[in-house]
């Protein structure tokens, strides 16, 4: 993994500590914004499995209707997944459970409702860091030729994991910096944010280097 592909995972994931920050985001703006991001990779990972046209482990090549069958019935089920959250997020997060002022149940809604600009551009660049490495790492690589259909059904991946680690995590340092809400009442928010930038930081560098070393046999095999 080069140099440049860290840091482009170190700024994407910044940009929730800057919004959290500096331009007063909620809680669940930065929840929300993970949550679509799940769902936009999830629509890569529906490309790749419908694209993929490596052999399986048999030797097989399914055709390319049963290879958009199964990519949709693997997106049905993240989406499933997602949708979960989706409504735990609205429920429990952006109606705050009475902890919001209406003002603030209001801006949370727009967020849902992808109405709130700044919010809107940390998507795009994320939208726009995933089409990178799908376009480089998938469709330049020539791995979409040579990895299998299978190699890309995952419907409960590492970053659903993180999701989980990161609540709880984030939960006990929320409470951990508890007290010192009286100082700067962001700051036990701030230590959740923290948790979800360290903690995805490196879930996202180590999941691009299995996705790496998955194409890197299969090109080698096809150079050979």
């Not at 409960?156 to 010192?180: C, E, N, S």
């Amino acid at each position: 993994m080069n140099k440049a592909s860290v840091y482009q995972q170190i700024v994407l994931n910044a940009i929730p500590l800057v919004g959290y920050w500096y331009l007063d985001w909620s809680m669940f703006a930065i929840v929300y914004l993970y949550w679509v991001e799940a769902l936009v990779i999830s629509l890569f990972v529906f490309m790749k499995i419908a694209m993929a046209r490596g052999a399986e482990k048999d030797g097989s090549v399914p055709s390319a209707g049963r290879r958009v069958y199964s990519a949709f019935k693997i997106m049905l089920l993240r989406v499933g997944i997602l949708m979960f959250y989706w409504i735990f997020i609205l429920l429990f997060v952006a109606m705050g459970q009475g902890k919001y002022t209406p003002e603030q149940t209001m801006d949370n809604l727009m967020i849902l409702a992808f109405a709130n600009a700044g919010f809107n551009l940390a998507v795009l660049a994320f939208f726009l860091s995933q089409l990178t490495g799908f376009i480089s790492n998938f469709i330049i690589s020539d791995a979409f030729r040579q990895t299998s259909s299978s190699s890309h059904k995952l419907f409960f991946d590492a970053r659903t994991v993180v999701i989980h680690v990161v609540v709880v995590v984030g939960t006990f340092a929320y409470q951990y910096l508890k007290p010192y809400e009286s100082v700067d009442n962001r700051i036990p928010g701030l230590g959740f944010v923290l948790v979800l930038f360290l903690i995805k930081t490196l879930a996202d560098i180590f999941i691009h280097l299995v996705e790496i070393k998955k194409i890197i046999p299969a090109l080698q095999q096809e150079g050979n």
